[in-house]
């Protein structure tokens, strides 16, 4: 109990979300009933079970069995980024950014018990990795699944639409890691107490992982996060003590400040202009935007306004580039890395792609269209 209370007094991106919202309540136009209606409460469900799982995963040992495998298989840091950078990118085009991060970064962070390496600058990029990749497809972000929802492109559709804008970003993205990561050989030291594994841990935590993703599909989150807490609550009841409970709070307070936010009087008066803007107005709107409320509420609030063109469909996924709040996924990522230093050094790399991105897409679109 007193590492949970912990966790929530020295949050202090809790604590200024909570701040800000203090503000917001006195300054909005709204209704307290609906203050519960702003929470997605399906995507805290979701990260919910996320995190269990991958403290399952973590806690059963055998991220530390997968580490030393993949310690021994690369010489070098620049190859061992490039493998995890390209592995972050393809498995967010199918299982979804957040779900790419839940899986690489625990990993990453056990490559430190096997070797010297720049760790958090690795989640830095792995985070950047999944923006990329995940724009690709219909399936790859919350905000593509809601413009192809509303749109009438198929799957393949979608993914010809998107893939310029794909393939160009990643080859940057990787140029970048070339660069930002040498070629010298991967200091390792032995560890041969973490190769000890729990294998029914494990398997729970790997049935269950097959289970909450079915249940996504089939629409029984809430049943399937309950079937998590109950197996976790009978095998390792450490599982749900040692998750990170505060980054919940995180994302609840956001919704609840992007939907005061989003009901300040003096936003309400101009948000009807939105629809007679022009492509660079719409463009640089939806990209601003999202790097104040993130590309996933910036999607949703756009959509009453915009139809869920190739141009409003880029600019929301460059949008997740740039500032922390850009994409959920960030946050999600930076929180894991459990390193104070990662928040500033995130947005060296990340401010920079956010330029790179905005001025390649609006010349890509020019010159497609």
């Known amino acids: 109990m007193s590492t949970l209370l912990r966790s929530f007094l020295h949050d202090r991106l809790l604590h200024l979300l909570l701040a800000l919202g203090a503000l917001l309540l006195l300054l909005a136009d709204f209704r307290w009933p609906d203050l519960p ?7 805290i469900v979701t990260l919910t079970g996320l995190l269990l799982l991958t403290k399952g ?13 993949l310690i021994g ?5 620049r190859a061992l980024a490039l493998f995890m950078v390209l592995a972050a990118a393809l498995l967010s085009t199918f299982l979804t950014n957040d779900v790419a991060l839940f899986i690489l970064v625990p990993l990453t962070l056990t490559l430190r018990k096997f070797s010297r390496l720049p760790l958090s600058r690795l989640i830095i990029f792995e985070a950047l ?3 990329a990749g995940s724009l690709l497809t219909p399936v790859g972000n919350p905000q593509n699944i809601l413009l192809w929802s509303h749109g009438k492109l198929s799957v393949a559709g979608f993914i010809a639409q998107m893939a310029p804008l ?7 993205l990787l140029a970048l890691t070339w660069f930002s990561f040498k070629p010298r050989a991967i200091e390792k030291h032995g560890n041969d107490d973490a190769r000890q594994w729990q294998k029914p841990l494990f398997a729970l935590s790997v049935l269950l992982y097959l289970v909450f993703v079915a249940a996504l599909e089939w629409q029984m989150t809430g049943w399937a996060l309950l079937l998590i807490i109950g197996c976790y609550l009978l095998m390792a009841r450490r599982v749900l003590t040692t998750i990170d409970w505060s980054l919940l709070a995180v994302f609840i307070a956001m919704f609840i400040d992007v939907y005061l936010l989003t009901h300040l009087p003096l936003v309400q008066r101009h948000f009807d202009a939105v629809a007679h ?3 660079g107005a719409i463009y640089l709107l939806a990209i601003g935007l999202s790097q104040v409320i993130s590309n996933v509420p910036a999607t949703i609030l756009l959509l009453q306004k915009i139809p869920p063109s190739e141009l409003f ?10 500032l922390l709040p850009g994409s959920l996924a960030n946050l999600i990522a930076l929180r894991m890395a459990q390193d104070r230093r990662v928040w500033w050094q995130f947005h060296l790399f990340s401010l920079p792609m956010l330029a790179w991105s905005m001025l390649c897409g609006w010349l890509l679109l020019r010159l497609l269209s």
């Open 37 to 43: 209606r702003a929470v997605d409460w399906h995507t």
């Open 57 to 69: 995963l973590e806690t059963s040992g055998y991220f530390d069995v997968l580490g030393a495998r």
């Open 73 to 77: 298989r690369f010489r070098h840091e």
């Open 129 to 131: 990795a999944v923006n």
């Open 166 to 172: 794909a393939i160009w970003l990643l080859l940057t």
């Open 277 to 279: 803007l022009g492509d």
């Open 313 to 322: 469909a880029w600019a929301v996924n460059i949008g997740g580039f740039g």
